[in-house]
């Protein structure tokens, strides 16, 4: 890679025919064919992997054709009083996970429901009335199934008439008869390797309705 330039852009008349050359530290010049210019875009600390990817739409649509990327439902429900459901990562986990969307609805009322990121089990979700853990789904139909550690439970109706546990991420409002998503403008939850991390969702129903949350994620 030379640099040809003349006294214009070095002050002090360095002869404009006179190749400048970038040089590694053994002064081989770098950019010929033997010694190429090496070239890494940083993410965080270090080079873009695929343990270390840089985190965009682009990408996280890769990942479903790498199968990587899971979807998990609660499906279309009965709403008791006060449903809720939560996705969780323990810390014997040993993979990156992403939750880039988290989708809640109701039919019977609008109301404004909560979003709390959390660090352990609530009792009263797995202990909740009709409490149920689905299958989470490849979205891109791979093989690959999401780690052991990572799990999704949801109840109609919450025991003991619990409270919101974990610290709040969003309180939505949801209007009657819609779904909503709670991650936008590119927002998402990272949980690391070895970390207990996860979502839960509080909505407020009534007896009356349906309701449904889903979360996806990716894994690397």
Do not use: R
């Amino acid at each position: 890679m030379a640099n040809t330039a003349g006294p214009a852009t070095f002050p002090g008349g360095m002869p404009s025919a006179t190749p400048h050359y970038l040089v590694d530290i053994n002064g081989n010049p770098l950019g010929g064919g033997g010694n190429p210019l090496p070239v890494s875009q940083i993410v965080g600390s270090g080079p873009i992997t695929a343990a270390n990817p840089e985190i965009n739409i682009s990408n996280m649509q890769q990942f479903i054709l790498n199968g990587q990327h899971f979807v998990v439902s609660s499906g279309k429900q009965s709403a008791g009083i006060n449903a809720a459901a939560q996705f969780l990562v323990t810390n014997a986990g040993a993979k990156n996970v992403v939750i880039d969307s988290i989708q809640i609805g109701y039919t019977n009322a609008a109301n404004i429901h909560q979003v709390q990121l959390i660090s352990a089990s609530d009792a009263n979700i797995t202990g909740g009335t009709g409490a149920a853990s689905p299958t989470a789904k490849n979205l891109g139909f791979a093989a690959t199934t999401p780690q052991a550690q990572t799990s999704f439970t949801y109840c109609t109706a919450i025991a003991n008439s619990g409270v919101a546990t974990g610290s709040p991420l969003a309180e939505p409002a949801v209007p009657i008869n819609q779904t909503i998503e709670v991650l936008m403008n590119g927002i998402f939850v990272y949980i690391p390797p070895a970390t207990a991390g996860g979502i839960g969702i509080y909505m407020q129903t009534t007896a009356t309705g349906q309701f449904s949350m889903t979360i996806k994620w990716v894994e690397f």
